[in-house]
């Protein structure tokens, strides 16, 4: 019966902390979007979220862990939206093509921008930063790649270098349209250059 007790109150303490953690990522994403990374203070996310700063450094171990977070949830929603419009593509060089554009579309919206990539890569530095959009991108890309192989729409060729590579493209299209003084036309310009990337890849 003791036992029962125990693991009833260790449940609802790690649900506490869950939903804690998940609060103070829900307002720092909300306030790290609308006034960039460097304009906010811990001081307004503890207040805006209702906790103490005690419970933010329980769960972080300090505003930049937090923001990590934040960009995490943010790039792994993109991901997710990308492959489940991709996936109902009439075919895999469909699929790639459908890919590219939406990660350019998303790079549109003010939060992905300001997050995903204006923040980011100055707060957690270049390595980092392509290692969280490698984990939730590289995969999919590869699938789609092996795809397009096994059908014979695209050259066969060694798959991870290949999907390194056209990562690589696709982030540096991002950060063009992220920087550039009017994103709508910057994503404008790389449409061609986009398609020209993929007819590339046709044996």
Not at 159 to 175: R, S
Request: glycine fraction near 6%; include cysteine; charge should be neutral.
């Amino acid at each position: 019966m003791h036992t029962d007790s125990t693991n009833v109150k260790r449940g609802t303490k790690a649900a506490q902390s869950e939903a804690t953690r998940a609060k103070l990522v829900k307002v720092a994403r909300r306030l790290f979007a609308k006034k960039g990374y460097a304009a906010v203070g811990t001081e307004e996310i503890v207040k805006k979220a209702g906790v103490t700063r005690g419970a933010l450094y329980h769960q972080f171990d300090d505003k930049k862990d937090l923001f990590l977070a934040v960009f995490d949830q943010v790039e792994g929603e993109v991901a997710q939206n990308i492959a489940q419009r991709a996936l109902a593509a009439s075919g895999p060089l469909e699929a790639l093509r459908v890919g590219a554009q939406l990660w350019l579309d998303a790079c549109l919206d003010p939060e992905v921008r300001r997050i995903v990539l204006i923040d980011a890569p100055s707060v957690l530095g270049f390595e980092e930063w392509r290692e969280v959009l490698t984990r939730h991108g590289l995969g999919l890309l590869a699938a789609a790649l092996q795809g397009a192989m096994d059908e014979g729409a695209i050259a066969r060729q060694p798959l991870m270098p290949l999907a390194h590579v056209i990562t690589g493209a696709l982030d540096a299209a991002a950060l063009y349209v992220a920087e550039a003084d009017d994103p709508v036309a910057a994503r404008k310009q790389m449409d061609p250059v986009l398609e020209r990337l993929v007819e590339t890849l046709q044996p």
